[in-house]
């Protein structure tokens, strides 16, 4: 008998342990040295002492259990008003990690395959052509038909030949701006469908499959979740992810009753100094009020702003394996594909990535202490995250900040982290 419920008690913490909700905690019990997470307060003080940022909010989880979450600095460098942790974040790219999750959610429903051709459900993508010559004079260009046709995989992993608008390479940011395509922010006269139909009719900028470009891949698999589930983007995530998951504070269109929220973004000027950021938001006309002008275009790529607790709940799902609270979102095979090397032979300059996520392998885990199987990306504005399975831990560190420098505060953040782990 007592053999008996011991296996009945593992297999219960077994269960339990893939379902973590995420509860306030010590260091300690999170396995961490508060004496030693010390060092982290002093580094952020120093950074925002040294002019390299005005501020920034870190959230740390190991385990399920907060070891770490903080704001240092200032949200107002004039008024010297504090940095919240919970302020919300445009966090620009890491909408694309949500954006990957909703397809795959479909893909676990049966909804579409990955190897489906994009020209199924937008059909502009049919018959494409790629960029050969580019004449950046007058921006003419001659182009060859492509071998194939794009598929969802290839958008997933960043190899189908799109290129990025405004941020993009010289060619692809004339041929999308000569073709009003842009890089999804403060966008309120099209549709989605409307864009990425245009999207399809321009040339790629190399053939499908051929190396790995950040483009706006992730804008057409969002609108490819319109179309399948025949809701808007903002609904889908609101109704399927947000809701579910208890994300409160994550929206396209972040309401006036929470503006006060917004953090402040800033920039550098030439000499250095940090200055409230105006406009340019992506070589875009954008300002940085744009999540609080009502819009219709949701972009799948770069549309979301959120807080550090918001996004650690998302990022302690896909830890879980794809459920949360008792919410199953995805099933953990799929959670495994997205989160293992898919682009292996193809060339690109970081080695590997997955379904939506950069990875850490075995061949590219020699600069950071982060363990093989790692997954992370981040945000135009200074946001990044990391999930490191084996350390049983979610990381986050959000500034808000463009045309920036000092980014080497980034990898100095994640060696601090690791440093106070305890046990």
Not at 17 to 39: D, V
Not at 87 to 104: C, D, E, L, N, Y
Request: hydrophobic share 40%; proline share 4%; glycine share 8%.
């Amino acid at each position: 008998m007592k053999k008996i419920l011991i296996i009945l008690l593992v297999c219960s913490v077994s269960i339990t342990g893939f379902s973590q909700t995420i509860m306030n905690s010590t260091p300690e019990a999170a396995g961490f040295s508060s004496e030693r997470l010390k060092r982290l307060d002093k580094a952020m003080n120093e950074w925002v002492e040294k002019g390299y940022m005005n501020g920034a909010a870190a959230l740390i989880i190991r385990d399920g259990k907060i070891a770490y979450y903080k704001a240092n600095g200032y949200n107002d460098l004039d008024t010297k008003a504090p940095l919240q942790k919970d302020g919300i974040f445009r966090i620009a790219s890491q909408t694309k990690a949500i954006t990957s999750v909703a397809i795959m959610m479909l893909f676990d429903e049966g909804k579409l395959l990955l190897s489906d051709p994009v020209s199924m459900y937008i059909p502009s993508f049919k018959k494409q052509s790629v960029l050969v010559n580019f004449n950046p004079a007058d921006t003419t260009y001659t182009t060859v038909p492509a071998k194939r046709e794009v598929t969802i995989k290839d958008l997933l992993t960043h190899t189908s030949g799109l290129g990025y608008a405004q941020i993009g390479s010289k060619e692809a940011n004339a041929i999308y701006a000569k073709n009003n395509i842009t890089a999804g922010l403060g966008v309120k006269d099209r549709t989605l469908l409307q864009a990425m139909s245009r999207l399809g009719e321009i040339p790629l900028m190399h053939q499908p499959g051929e190396k790995f470009t950040y483009g706006l891949n992730t804008d057409v698999l969002g609108c490819l979740v319109e179309v399948i589930s025949g809701v808007s983007l903002d609904e889908f995530f609101r109704t399927r992810i947000f809701e579910p998951l208890g994300m409160k504070d994550t929206y396209f269109n972040l309401p006036q009753a929470k503006a006060n929220r917004l953090v402040n973004l800033y920039t550098e000027t030439p000499q250095g100094k940090l200055v409230k950021a105006t406009g340019g938001m992506l070589n875009s006309p954008a300002t940085p009020s744009y999540p609080l002008v009502p819009h219709t275009y949701y972009s799948g790529g770069a549309g979301l702003s959120s807080t550090l607790y918001d996004y650690g709940i998302f990022l302690q799902m896909l830890l879980n394996n794809g459920v949360y609270n008792g919410q199953r979102l995805l099933g953990r095979n799929t959670v495994r594909m997205m989160t293992t090397n898919q682009i292996e032979g193809v060339p690109y300059a970081s080695g590997t990535f997955g379904l939506g996520f950069g990875v850490v392998t075995e061949q590219n885990s020699g600069s950071a202490p982060a363990q093989v199987g790692t997954f992370n990306w981040g945000g135009a504005f200074a946001t990044s995250y990391w999930v490191d399975p084996k350390e049983k831990m979610v990381y986050l560190f959000f500034r808000q900040l463009q045309a920036r420098t000092h980014n080497e505060v980034v990898e100095k953040f994640r060696a601090l982290t690791y440093q106070a782990i305890n046990d």
